[in-house]
């Protein structure tokens, strides 16, 4: 695959991006994030995060099952955006 060819189109994070983390150490999809910031675009990753993965897997002779995806962190709690709203305007 040529290393010009984007794998996270929200931040326009190449497959030579890639390559480069994994060179440096990465061998888990939060690993390949912290690097390049790929999957923290506008899809979080709903789009790129299994190429990283498979990626990875190649690059390391690992089970692609094996490659540990990123992690997500939830909001503690909901709140309506009216409410932050209200306080803006205060």
């Not at 790129?48 to 490659?67: H, S, W, Y």
């Not at 955006?81 to 209200?86: K, S, T, V």
């Amino acid at each position: 695959m040529d290393r010009d060819v984007i794998i996270c189109r929200c931040q326009e994070v190449t497959y030579g991006d890639i390559l480069d983390a994994i060179a440096d150490g990465a061998t888990t999809v939060e690993g390949v994030k912290k690097r390049t910031r790929a999957g923290m675009g506008l899809c979080q990753g709903k789009t790129c995060q299994r190429l990283v993965q498979k990626i990875i897997a190649e690059q390391t002779g690992q089970n692609p099952a094996d490659v540990k995806p990123a992690t997500f962190r939830v909001p503690v709690r909901p709140i309506r955006m009216g409410i932050m709203e209200a306080e803006t305007n205060e």
